[in-house]
């Protein structure tokens, strides 16, 4: 099966994050930061040849990590106002 591998360095830099800042611990908010994410962050699929190193180069890709804790700061707060207005 195929899988975006960006998602594997979003949550990972998500974890990160969290560690600082804690998020809403509702099932939705953290995969809704995820997909929001994901949906602006370039998806990446390996083909059957890929390597374990060439896959770990990936997640652990500087820039990348960096671009995603900007969007993940960015959604945190949009995607708590959206699924909770009540606590706003
Ligand atoms: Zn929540």
Redesign the pocket.
Known sequence: MLENATEELVREVLAEYKRKDP????????D?VVAMVLNVLPPKYFLSSATSGEKIAHTLDKKLRFEALIKISEMVPV??QR??PEKQ
């Open positions: 998020i809403c611990d509702c099932p939705n908010c953290e809704d995607v708590c699924n909770h």
